[in-house]
Nanobody, 116 residues
Framework: QVQLVESGGGLVQPGGSLRLSCAARGISRSISDMGWYRQAPGKQRELVAAITSGGIPIYADSVKGRCTISRDNAEKTVYLQMNSLKLEDTAVYYC??????????WGQGTQVTVSA
């Protein structure tokens, strides 16, 4: 059974940092793109950052310069380092893995709350 296990969310003050992790279990195929999305209350889910199998990252304009996405292919894990967090970064963060021939997989979500 495929499972994406997320960790690293929590409560942080504005200006603080968090590092999210998402590890795949039960996947034997190569993973193409890996990404992080977020969904705030009353809003649609949006892309935060993604990274290709070759290591090329893309970022939403709202997080450019503050977030870094990285991946460990051997461990089938993707990371999101978030710095200079703002109140508007508060959301549930979901990881997504794209695997050719499947519809892809989502993590269960991890809450990030930025509050003074």
């Amino acid at each position: 059974q495929v499972q994406l296990v997320e960790s690293g969310g929590g409560l942080v003050q504005p200006g603080g940092s968090l590092r999210l992790s998402c590890a795949a279990r039960g996947i034997s195929r190569s993973i193409s793109d890996m990404g992080w999305y977020r969904q705030a209350p009353g809003k649609q889910r949006e892309l935060v950052a993604a990274i290709t199998s070759g290591g090329i990252p893309i970022y939403a304009d709202s997080v450019k310069g503050r977030c870094t996405i990285s991946r460990d292919n051997a461990e089938k894990t993707v990371y999101l380092q978030m710095n200079s967090l703002k109140l508007e970064d508060t959301a549930v963060y979901y990881c997504n893995f794209v695997i050719r021939g499947t519809s892809g997989y989502w993590g269960q979500g991890t809450q990030v709350t930025v509050s003074a």
